[in-house]
């Protein structure tokens, strides 16, 4: 296929970050692949991304700016599924307004899909700290098992400005709306479970990924901790029957180290509430963990007692 004549669609939410969002729009209009529509959506913004947009259409009729209708949730997912629903390109790119991509991001990663015959193509990134001015450079990665069992157990790193998508495999599912954390982890779990064989790994950074000072990645709140337990949940629940026993020890002690940050943090009720829905195929352990960390928070509230106690627990799953 002629890489100058498959119409790529860029998508991205944006909220208050007209700043930000003009230098992201920037990187994209310098990519070398130029056959691409950019689908801007508004998810109810205050500041003046609305004029930069209305002027940037004028001069570019490639970009498209919509505001997130009532119909779907306020929120990047329902902006992001919203995007998609008007979307017209045979493959789609994901992308956050704060991120910039390499001049060759689109044509690398297309390069690599249509090359190796797949459906999606997942590459690297580059993450620039605003705390300390230091840029941290993309790691090689290799697959263990399948994109699938590497990527819910944290072996395998993507999130969507990484992932390079033929749009037909993105038929019949969308992006959770009611999620407030691990939004992205949980559509991906989805996706790489359907087509776990059908994607290539592309090892070159093509992004540089911005990690601001005020980062809401960094921010914890009891609905954002719930929300990234559900998550973990809704793939436990998911996992295939012949699933590996290794694989769902690693789940179990991912939602316990997530379940950790309601610890340390004193979110009572979350903690107690999914300290009883921990996902388990061993009665008898899961007995156990509920006893000794339901009985350890209330200690330390009144004892010298470290919260590095929890993580004894632990050891049940390694």
Not at 131 to 158: C, H, M
Not at 165 to 180: C, V
Request: glycine share 4%.
């Amino acid at each position: 296929m002629n890489s100058e004549k498959a119409l790529i669609s860029i998508i991205i939410p944006t909220f208050n970050r007209v700043i930000q969002l003009e230098e992201t729009l920037k990187s994209i209009i310098s990519q070398t692949y130029t056959n691409w529509e950019c689908l801007v959506v508004d998810d109810g913004s205050t500041d003046n991304t609305s004029v930069i947009m209305n002027k940037l259409l004028k001069q570019d009729t490639r970009f498209q700016y919509y505001q997130r209708p009532e119909t779907h949730l306020k929120g990047g997912n329902g902006a992001r599924n919203y995007g998609f629903i008007n979307s017209k390109g045979d493959y789609i790119q994901w992308f956050d307004s704060d991120d910039i991509m390499y001049p060759n991001f689109l044509e690398a990663q297309f390069q690599n899909l249509v090359k190796n015959k797949a459906v999606f193509s997942l590459c690297l990134y580059d993450l620039y700290s605003e705390n300390t001015g230091e840029v941290s450079k993309g790691y090689p990665q290799t697959l263990k098992d399948s994109f699938y069992l590497d990527y819910i157990t944290r072996r395998l790193s993507a999130n969507l400005p990484t992932m390079f998508f033929k749009k037909s495999a993105l038929e019949g599912i969308s992006l959770n709306e009611h999620l407030l954390k691990s939004q992205e982890y949980e559509f991906l779990q989805r996706f790489f479970r359907l087509h776990q064989h059908e994607g290539v790994l592309l090892n070159k950074s093509l992004l540089k990924v911005i990690r601001h000072k005020d980062s809401i990645t960094e921010q914890h709140s009891p609905d954002k901790i719930a929300s990234a337990l559900d998550a973990l949940l809704i793939t436990y629940s998911e996992l295939p029957k012949d699933c590996p026993v290794y694989i769902r020890k690693e789940l179990i002690l991912l939602y316990l180290k997530t379940l950790y940050l309601a610890f340390t943090n004193r979110m009572t009720v979350v903690y107690y509430k999914y300290l009883l829905k921990i996902p388990s195929f061993q009665i008898f352990k899961k007995f156990i963990v509920i006893c000794y960390l339901g009985m350890l928070y209330g200690t330390v509230k009144v004892l010298p007692i470290g919260n590095w106690h929890y993580k004894y627990i632990y050891n049940l799953y390694h």
